[in-house]
């Protein structure tokens, strides 16, 4: 166990509606960041937080956006959802110095129909 | 020049057997290259990883060799077991200050049979 946790676990949502997954980030981490995984393909990296303010952003839309709270958990918000936008939602805590050591939670499965 | 390309997708070995999964990139900035285990259900896990100045690193029955000239890594699973039977996916970071910004390979899906 990593010690990141994540909210909900599996959730159904309809296209064009809006959807909030959660993170608690390990212990002593002040680092989050999201990844989406979509079936059978490696995880692909849509921002960083690191102490509140976004530190980085991979190849997503706007309509994909996040916080990041003073005890470092975080949310990730996605607008007006696509049936594309079906993956695995995987939060990861780390901290600096830099490194490529990422404890991940198991995710929230998102469906969209 | 961020992919990392990773094969093969799927491998099946016999207990014991030493499977091998390749990794390619193009980035030089790279210069972290870790690789993750993930389970059915379970989010990625770091399993061991290599900094560019290293040409091999092991950690138990897990090796990776890392040829920088040739901008290849690779995993050495030495005596599999059934209980290594995951998806594994190589990654690379580097070049930046996007901490947690890891680009990851295909993943390679690896069978252990008993």
């Known amino acids: 166990e990593t010690g990141v946790t994540q909210s909900p676990t599996h959730l159904i949502k309809t296209r064009g509606q809006q959807v909030t997954l959660r993170c608690s980030s390990q212990s002593g981490h002040n680092t989050v960041s999201w990844y989406q995984q979509a079936l059978g393909q490696g995880p692909q990296f849509i921002f960083q937080y690191y102490r509140e303010e976004e530190n980085g952003r991979g190849n997503f839309p706007p309509r994909f956006s996040g916080l990041q709270f003073p005890n470092y958990s975080s949310e990730l918000n996605v607008n007006a959802l696509e049936l594309d936008d079906s993956a695995l939602y995987l939060c990861?805590?780390?901290?600096?110095?830099?490194?490529?050591?990422?404890?991940f939670g198991e995710g929230s499965r998102l469906t969209v129909l | 020049q961020q992919q990392v390309k990773q094969s093969p997708q799927s491998l099946i070995v016999q207990k014991g057997g030493i499977p091998i999964i390749n990794c390619a990139y193009e980035n030089t900035a790279f210069d972290y290259f870790p690789w993750y285990q993930q389970f059915p259900g379970k989010g990625p896990a770091l399993l061991i990883a290599?900094?560019?100045?290293?040409s091999e690193k092991k950690e138990g029955r897990f090796t990776i060799s890392f040829n920088k000239s040739a901008k290849q890594f690779s995993l050495h699973i030495m005596d599999s077991q059934p209980g290594d039977s995951a998806t594994y996916f190589c990654a690379a970071i580097g070049g930046g200050t996007s901490y947690g910004k890891l680009t990851f390979g295909q993943g390679t899906i690896l069978t252990v049979h008993p």
């Open positions: 290599i900094r560019p100045d290293v």
């Open positions: 990861a805590s780390s901290s600096p110095p830099r490194t490529g050591e990422l404890f």
